[in-house]
């Protein structure tokens, strides 16, 4: 099974966390204080569950705003999730259909898809418009850890 690096953010160690623990919270093996949600995969966001997961997340968020029917967005999903594998324990990926969700989308002023927004406690950090390669999303997410 894959494993991803957690860094504790009480005491800077390294922790190997293991997929089926996505979104599960885990303990530092070294002080055994929580250990920030690790996320793999892109989580499906609603207006329903978007603020609470927010809320519960403590690290930056790579929100990605897409629809069914945008066949760019179609192709740039697989970098969508190759970046969130990428990001695995630094950073959650997730995604917002806004063909479902279009107030979510209005309140981030969505006005052409894909857009990429990077949150942090909730706020707009910086926006990429466009498809994009998943090395140049998580170099783009590097320059704001
Ligand atoms: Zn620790």
Redesign the pocket.
């Known amino acids: 099974m894959s494993t991803y690096v957690v860094t ?6 390294a ?1 190997r966390v293991q997929a089926d623990k996505e979104g599960k919270s885990g303990r ?6 929580n ?1 920030p949600l690790m996320y793999y995969r892109p989580q499906q966001l609603t207006e329903r569950t978007f603020d609470s997961f927010i809320n519960a997340y403590n690290g930056p968020v790579l929100a990605e705003f897409w629809a069914p029917w945008c066949p760019h967005c179609r192709a740039f999903d697989p970098a969508v999730r190759k970046a969130a594998e990428m990001l695995a324990g630094k950073a959650a990926v997730i995604q917002v259909n806004t063909q479902e969700n279009p107030v979510l989308a209005g309140r981030f002023g969505v006005s052409s898809i894909p857009v990429l927004f990077l949150l942090k406690h909730g706020k707009i950090i910086d926006r990429l418009s466009g498809a994009q390669s998943s090395e140049a999303i998580v170099a783009w997410v590097r320059r704001h850890l």
Request: proline share 0%; charged share 5%; net charge positive.
């Open positions: 504790c953010s009480f005491c800077g160690t922790n530092c093996g070294n002080c055994h204080k250990l």
